[in-house]
């Protein structure tokens, strides 16, 4: 299984994006998925998630009220699009899947991310003035 990440770019305060993850390979199967990001010298951080069964999701406090994560079931792609983008939103941004077992048992937030079982490339966002 392969999860393919577009849609980081160069932006001003303020603007939006939307980045994609979709998911390819073997007959793909995952209990949610979920974007972090991660600057240097800092650790990777939770951003949003979304269970496949449900559509429940979670966001971080930092993060709350602007982006929102989606899914499209059909094509095994989750969206996290990114509205009112701060300078603090510059990252590398990264999606993860994971099974129940790797996620935490009826969870919206996975419980470590370390365990989630595939990981997307990263894609950097950066927010100038």
């Known amino acids: 299984v392969q999860l393919t990440v577009s849609g980081g770019d160069l932006v001003q305060t303020g603007a939006s994006l939307r980045h994609s993850c979709a998911a390819s390979?073997?007959?793909?199967?995952?209990?949610?998925m979920a974007w972090f990001r991660q600057t240097p010298g800092t650790e990777r951080e939770f951003v949003a998630g979304?269970?496949?069964?449900?559509?429940?999701?979670d966001y971080s406090d930092s993060v709350k009220g602007r982006f929102t994560i989606s899914s499209d079931n059909a094509k095994n792609t989750v969206y996290l699009q990114m509205n009112s983008l701060k300078l603090e939103d510059t990252a590398v941004y990264y999606c993860?899947?994971?099974?129940?077992?790797?996620w935490g048992r009826g969870r919206v937030r996975p419980g470590t991310m370390w365990l989630l079982d595939v990981w997307g490339q990263g894609t950097l966002v950066t927010v100038s003035l």
């Open positions: 390979g073997r007959a793909f199967s995952s209990y949610g």
């Open positions: 993860a899947a994971g099974e129940e077992p790797s």
């Open positions: 979304i269970t496949w069964n449900g559509g429940r999701t």
